[in-house]
């Protein structure tokens, strides 16, 4: 009886379906087995270029740029209002490996707000934090807290600028109370003065002067 050879396949024929099953290129809407949705463009099963991304339990959004699978360049963050449950954007600006990374603008609870730099999810760099009482810091941050050279305005417009350290102040600095007609030139250690001098500085143009001038040395 003859035998009959039949050609051999170079690769088994589920590893051709397998590779024309993936998730590649087109948009394409998956739900997790936890209820979480993404929208939007694949690259071997991975979330990678636009997409939208809901989770489930806090029904908060991220919509932008996605690469291999982690929310990586340019999107924006959501989450609904607990009493409007209207949607309200958290953070908008740059991402990388999943975290904030370059330039973007953070939105806290009480109209707080944060515009500048970040590095793997924390203030980082330069940046300007507005704070719920009116004040507002501008200069360098580092891990999250002011550090470095910045400046520090008040809501009656009193000013401090100099060094800071773990979100005080720290080293060389300047104090202007412009309410009363006073500056304060000193080194401060973790938000306490240490040394330094106090003169007059606009007291003639100050809303509020102290009784008598201060004595020249």
């Known amino acids: 009886m003859p035998i009959v050879k039949y050609p051999r396949a170079t690769e088994p024929l589920w590893h051709e379906w397998d590779e024309k099953a993936q998730k590649c290129g ?3 809407t998956v739900y997790a087995v936890n209820g979480d949705q993404y ?3 694949w690259l071997n099963n991975l979330k990678h270029g636009k997409g939208t991304q809901v989770w489930k339990r806090t029904r908060a959004i ?3 740029d ?3 699978g982690k929310r990586d360049g340019y999107g924006s963050y959501s989450i609904p209002d607990p009493v409007t449950k209207e949607y309200k954007k958290v953070y908008t600006g740059w991402w990388k490996n999943d975290r904030k990374c370059g330039y973007g603008a953070m939105f806290y609870p009480g109209g707080e707000r944060y515009e500048g730099e970040w590095s793997s999810g924390l203030q980082s760099g330069w940046g300007r934090m507005y704070y719920q009482d009116g004040s507002i810091y501008e200069g360098q941050w580092l891990a999250g807290r002011p550090g470095g050279q910045g400046m520090l305005r008040l809501p009656n417009e ?3 600028e100099g060094g800071w350290k773990d979100g005080k102040k720290h080293g ?3 104090f202007f109370y412009l309410d009363k007609g006073q500056l304060f030139e000193g080194i401060w250690a973790a938000d306490i003065p240490k040394c330094g001098m106090l003169i007059d ?3 003639d143009e100050a809303p ?4 008598y001038p201060i004595p020249k040395v």
Do not use: D, V
């Open 66 to 68: 996605w690469k291999f």
């Open 172 to 174: 060389p600095g300047k």
């Open 62 to 64: 991220y919509s932008g």
């Open 26 to 28: 087109l948009r394409h």
């Open 201 to 203: 500085f606009g007291r």
């Open 39 to 41: 929208t939007g463009e």
């Open 208 to 211: 509020a002067p102290t009784q």
């Open 158 to 160: 009193n000013r401090y």
